[in-house]
């Protein structure tokens, strides 16, 4: 299994461009997540997705949209970057059900690092 | 006020050390808590849940306090590859949301 990928690893945009992170779980979790990591700051929720067709809005949602038309799939879009939103991107899966005790959280794929010029 | 507190250090400490992260947390509505570590550049990965009963794993101890609103975490004989960023975090709502902390640094020097 490779768990959670995203793609692409590194990207550099200039200010107003357009572009779409894509995360990728084949451990067939029912949740997904998008987060972003600023320097010196802990992880913040953008948007998740509690199952295919289905999106929600996190603590910072403003500038991005996303999109779960396939149970793996998650994607992260931004409409029109901004320099604020250079930051480090991460997806996160996890099952919906009970799950044993030790493997009951969230899986983070390697990260998405954007810098917005 | 952040949803969960951590103190940034750095902490630096010498190989074979204890040493000991705390975090409390705001929101009561929080169901569980878990220890992420992660390394430079890196995602974060689990490294424990924590427990009101209290859980350990070989060096690793990690309590809960309820009443306190308080997470720890111990590390016995610290380790050179012990060196990371501890998160504390907190997870609630129906689709298991994670609240993070800002992160513990940890240095274990030779």
């Known amino acids: 299994n490779a768990g959670v990928t995203q793609t692409p690893k590194f990207r550099v945009l200039k200010t107003g461009q357009s572009m779409t992170l894509l995360c990728a779980q084949d451990?067939?979790?029912?949740?997904m997540y998008w987060y972003r990591q600023d320097p010196g700051m802990g992880l913040r929720l953008i948007h998740y997705s509690v199952g295919e067709g289905t999106t929600a809005k996190g603590e910072v949602p403003d500038g991005y949209n996303v999109s779960r038309l396939k149970k793996q799939n998650f994607l992260l879009g931004l409409e029109s970057a901004a320099p604020s939103q250079t930051s480090v991107y991460f997806c996160a899966s996890s099952p919906a059900g009970l799950a044993p005790r030790d493997t009951d959280t969230q899986y983070f794929g390697p990260g998405t690092r954007l810098t917005v010029l | 006020r952040k949803e969960v507190e951590q103190d940034p250090g750095p902490f630096n400490v010498p190989e074979g050390a204890t040493v000991a992260f705390n975090c409390t947390y705001s929101n009561s509505a929080s169901q569980s808590f878990f220890w992420y570590r992660q390394d430079c550049r890196k995602e974060p990965k689990l490294l424990m849940s924590v427990y009101s009963s209290g859980n350990e794993d070989g060096r690793f101890t990690a309590q809960l306090n309820r009443a306190s609103q308080y997470i720890s975490l111990l590390i016995r004989d610290s380790k050179l590859s012990d060196s990371a960023t501890y998160l504390c975090v907190g997870r609630e709502g129906s689709a298991r949301q994670l609240t993070f902390g800002s992160g513990t640094q940890l240095t274990v020097l030779p």
């Open positions: 451990m067939n979790h029912e949740y």
